[in-house]
């Protein structure tokens, strides 16, 4: 099984950013914890981040065509804006799942709203870094 974890725009930032609503793992620490879950699986597993919208939508492409079997997306603040990230999760056939370290339910109102999150399989939220752990766990339980 072929996996991808993408991250949007600051989560480079993870661990210095906010610890009070992101907490203090950084985001090498997320992929450690995803890497080795995967390698229980004997899954490959790729993990990216960028804070560029187009590099995002160009990975999501390239996932289709390189065999990816499921893709876990933190797409941070581009959640609520981008119409972009939509289409190019509805442009392709492999499932994508929707990862929140926070509750985006819980956070200022315009964070309330997902434009992805019709085009996924899932969202989880607000289950701090886990919720990376869970969303792979289903690809790699099916």
Not at 9 to 32: A, C, F, H, M, Q
Not at 35 to 41: G, H, I, K, N, S
Not at 70 to 95: E, K, M, Q, W
Not at 96 to 102: G, K, L, Q, R
Request: glycine share 8%; charged share 25%; aromatic share 8%.
């Amino acid at each position: 099984m072929n996996l991808l974890v993408l991250n949007g725009p600051n989560l480079n930032r993870l661990g210095k950013r906010e610890p009070e609503i992101y907490g203090s793992e950084t985001l090498e620490d997320v992929k450690n914890k995803c890497v080795t879950l995967a390698a229980q699986f004997n899954a490959n597993l790729e993990f990216k981040q960028s804070n560029h919208e187009g590099e995002l939508i160009d990975w999501l492409h390239e996932a289709e065509d390189s065999g990816v079997d499921g893709i876990v997306f933190n797409p941070g603040a581009y959640t609520h804006t981008s119409i972009a990230l939509r289409d190019a999760i509805a442009a392709i056939n492999v499932p994508v799942i929707e990862v929140h370290i926070s509750n985006i339910h819980k956070r200022e109102e315009f964070r309330h709203e997902s434009k992805l999150a019709a085009e996924c399989v899932g969202q989880i939220t607000g289950l701090g870094t886990f919720g990376y752990e869970l969303a792979l766990r289903k690809f790699l339980q099916q």
